[in-house]
């Protein structure tokens, strides 16, 4: 009986094993993947301002064999929430409008992705915003989902899924050998609230102040239980879950992360993960301890490209994080943009080299060689020119020590409080100097105030005598 028992407990678990290790979708092709092309941040109104090429026709003469969206597929034209009405006439311009030049991008093996604020309807939108549900529907519908994966998607809290590449031409050990896995996260739908809610979406100028509030608050230390709880969260419980199992479970020997928020950064300004320093660590733990193979990190959001490294501090070749954003602008564009490139010279310990970053408008592309167990992913210029490179890596990346991950650079660093000291210094000397300066008038002021008093008492009494 026992010996039953345990033989119908190895059957089960070897199906709930297989079940668990199979992605969302399976994308199969004769030929494995080699050649993707990605990027974020397109807002239809610049395309039509420029009047230019677009971007477009760069990505299509790479030839990629999909492209993954990291978010800001469009940008509704209005401050505030966007409506469903708005998002969808959003959606339909991309799809239809051939001057925005998207809607001559057809990959053979599709488009994936997730969103970020602007597509998830409100400028650093989180889980406060409303009718989510109807948000997604649309987001799916302009990817051109299938009804299976939409269906998968649509029973969780939140827009997260993944999809596996590979070969049907080759034999079956071949395929597992060269299977490619895309993990989209979602970093809106249960995202909590910043420690200093954002105004961006609600009054003139917000996303200014925003950025300067994030940048006050990492400055001063604020976030992982200082100024506010370490409780919040990016993903939620269940897409924390899931991703745990997604890399327990996983046979590919590439694995492609994509976050819509960069992941790695220390610009403060910026949003991004390092905002949430407990859920950074969390995500750097896991990724260190399950080690997936071929690993990148893609990330969109800051109009600007740039490569992170979270062993910039050792000299261990680690994973990396690519961004590319914007596709239609660039962090130097406002009138405040002469601000982009100071702020990524002064937070750069996130990078490997002070100069890894790209200004201009761009998108990246992703190249696997599967013989030499390599890949190397660029960033490349609005005509095509690479600008970035990450050169060509092994498949295998170096674990790093505790002590290693430890000393990782993070965004909320503290870096205000030295100043502060000296600002609260001087702000005490001068009001030492002031007080003192106060007293000696007050006190050079009774002796002639004594004197006058006697002058003015003589010259009295000797008016009387005269009378």
């Known amino acids: 009986m026992q010996s039953t028992q345990r033989l119908i407990n190895l059957l089960l678990s070897f199906i709930t094993t297989t079940t668990n290790a199979a992605a969302d979708v399976e994308i199969s092709s004769e030929s494995p993947l080699t050649k993707i092309a990605f990027g974020s941040c397109h807002k239809r109104k610049y395309v039509l301002l420029n009047n230019t090429t677009t971007i477009w026709d760069a990505i299509r003469q790479e030839n990629p064999q999909t492209f993954l969206w990291t978010g800001d ?13 708005q998002l969808d006439g959003e959606y339909q311009q991309m799809l239809t409008n051939q001057t925005l030049g998207y809607a001559t991008l057809q990959p053979p093996l599709g488009i994936y992705g997730t969103w970020d604020d602007h597509d998830y309807g ?66 809106r739908w249960n995202r909590d609230r910043h420690c200093i809610p954002s105004v961006a979406a609600n009054i003139p100028l917000g996303a200014a102040i925003s950025c300067l509030t994030r940048w006050f608050l990492a400055g001063m230390g604020g976030g992982g239980g200082l100024f506010c709880s370490d409780k919040t969260t990016i993903l939620g419980d269940a897409q924390w879950t899931w991703l ?6 996983t046979t590919a020997q590439v694995h492609i992360i994509i976050s819509s928020i960069q992941v790695l950064s ?92 790209y200004l201009d408008r761009n998108f990246g592309t992703l ?14 210029s609005d005509v095509g020119k690479t600008v970035l490179t990450t050169g060509w ?31 609260l210094l001087a702000f005490f000397v001068v009001v030492a100097v002031l ?5 000696w008038m007050a006190y050079a002021e009774k002796p002639a105030s004594a004197t006058t008093r006697l002058m003015a008492k003589n010259r009295a009494g000797e008016k009387k005598k005269e009378d």
């Open 367 to 380: 190249v696997i060689d599967w013989k030499k167990k390599q890949l190397q992913v660029a960033v490349q």
């Open 393 to 423: 890596r092994s498949f295998h990346w170096d674990q790093l020590s505790q002590s290693e991950l430890k000393d990782v650079a993070r965004t909320v660093d503290g870096h205000l409080l030295p100043k502060l000291k000296w600002i």
């Open 122 to 187: 409100a400028n650093d939108g989180g889980k406060e915003l409303v009718e989510k549900q109807g948000r997604r529907q649309l987001f799916l519908d302009f990817l051109n989902y299938s009804q299976e994966l939409q269906s998968k998607i649509s029973k969780r809290s939140g827009l997260y899924h993944s999809i596996d590449f590979v070969s049907s031409g080759e034999e079956e050990e071949q395929q597992q050998e060269q299977r490619v896995k895309v993990i989209v996260l979602d970093t």
């Open 266 to 357: 220390t610009n403060p300004a910026m949003e991004g993960w390092g905002h949430f320093p407990h859920e950074q660590e969390r995500l750097l733990q896991l990724l260190n301890s399950k080690q997936p193979s071929g690993l990148v990190l893609l990330s969109g959001n800051v109009h600007h490209g740039e490569i992170l490294d979270p062993a910039s501090h050792t000299k261990k070749d680690s994973f990396l994080e690519v961004t590319s954003s914007g596709l239609t602008h660039s962090c130097t564009m406002p009138f405040y943009g002469k601000l982009c490139e100071p702020l990524l010279k002064q937070f750069s310990s996130h990078r490997r080299h002070s100069f890894d970053y």
């Open 244 to 249: 745990s199992n997604e890399l327990e479970t």
């Open 73 to 85: 597929a469009v940008y509704p034209p209005s401050r505030g929430t966007a409506s469903l009405q």
């Open 435 to 439: 007080t003192q300066m106060f007293i």
